[in-house]
């Protein structure tokens, strides 16, 4: 199974900024697309940030600018750099790790999330 473990949450202050990190297990002969996604007290989860396996990204258009994903593929781990933090920004946030590949196993190819990691801004 592929294990995907986020940390790096906390409480900070409007204008604030946090590092988030996610590692997932490796499994051969896999590819990685990793991705951010919050969850709000009452609301939906909604996606936040993706690096693909060529390191290509995209934002929610609410992040962008203030919050930089980036990837260290040597440790499988992906960072969510947070700055100019605002009290909406206030949620869990949760990895996910999709897997797949044409040297994947079948069985394997499938998504994976963390538990996640809370992060909470005060105004």
């Known amino acids: 199974q592929v294990r995907v473990v986020e940390s790096g949450g906390g409480s900070v202050q409007t204008g604030g900024s946090l590092r988030l990190s996610c590692a997932a297990s490796?499994?051969?002969?896999?590819?990685?697309?990793m991705s951010w996604y919050r969850q709000a007290p009452g609301k939906e989860r909604e996606f936040v940030s993706r690096i693909d396996s060529l390191s290509s990204t995209s934002y929610a258009d609410s992040v962008k600018g203030r919050f930089t994903i980036s990837q260290d593929n040597a440790k499988n781990t992906v960072y969510l750099e947070m700055n100019s933090l605002r009290p909406e920004d206030t949620a869990m946030y949760y990895c996910?790790?999709?897997?797949?590949?044409?040297?994947?196993?079948?069985?394997?190819?499938?998504?994976?999330w963390g538990q996640g990691t809370q992060v909470t801004v005060s105004s």
């Open positions: 490796r499994y051969a002969g896999c590819s990685y697309d």
């Open positions: 996910r790790a999709a897997l797949f590949g044409r040297y994947c196993p079948f069985h394997i190819r499938n998504d994976y």
